[in-house]
């Protein structure tokens, strides 16, 4: 079954406002009537931009994927994924394409026994430890703007030298509790400047 459209139509000769009222057309100011269609152009274009990059990433990851796939035939292997790193360079060594791939990881329920053993620590190193080493695993576990655990704060906690069984045991109970929930890919483009450094081509329009 259908479901019914329950938005209302706007009668002829009338357009709806910011605060849903139906105005009529006629009395709507030239200026007004222009900015309207100068968002309403502008907005289109950019949704059509947008699809066009969309189909370009895809169309580059897929042609990145093939060229792989050919020059590992070479050695008898089929590579087959779009898994891992890539750089392709021009034959003049101008232009570079990198194809990264990022995992999305998060911790599990073990992380909240992590805490508790680093909170055992910290507990026993109040009086003498390193103030500078409290602060930074105090740190370490604030949640971020989306209410989550920053991973690589917790991560950087296990480059530091501690000669401690609770620690070792809360690090490795860390290191357990990281899972991969997803990944994302991203292709990248590089021109080499007159100091022979690669500097990214920015596909983001508010940087251009």
Not at 16 to 25: D, E, I, K, M, S
Not at 60 to 86: C, P, T
Not at 101 to 128: L, M, N, Y
């Amino acid at each position: 079954m259908n479901e019914l459209n329950t938005t209302p139509s706007i009668p002829a000769g009338y357009r709806r406002n910011a605060q849903g009222h139906l105005v009529p057309a006629d009395t709507i100011k030239p200026v007004d009537d222009m900015r309207d269609e100068l968002v309403n152009t502008l907005f289109d274009e950019a949704r059509q931009l947008r699809r066009q990059m969309a189909e370009f990433k895809l169309r580059a990851m897929q042609q990145i994927r093939d060229f792989v796939d050919l020059s590992a035939s070479e050695y008898g292997v089929h590579y087959g994924s779009s898994k891992g790193n890539v750089t392709l360079t021009s034959f003049d060594g101008e232009r570079r394409i990198i194809r990264a791939v990022g995992e999305h990881r998060i911790f599990d329920e073990r992380i909240q026994a992590a805490k508790e053993k680093i909170e055992v620590c910290i507990a026993k190193w109040s009086d003498g430890a390193d103030p500078r080493i409290i602060a930074i695993v105090n740190r370490s576990f604030k949640v971020n703007k989306q209410g989550n655990i920053d991973i690589n704060e917790v991560l950087a906690l296990r480059e530091l030298d501690i000669d401690d069984e609770d620690w070792q045991e809360a690090m490795r109970a860390v290191t357990d509790s990281i899972k991969v929930n997803g990944t994302s890919s991203y292709v990248r483009f590089y021109q080499r400047e007159t100091n022979k450094e690669y500097k990214q081509i920015s596909l983001d329009i508010s940087k251009l």
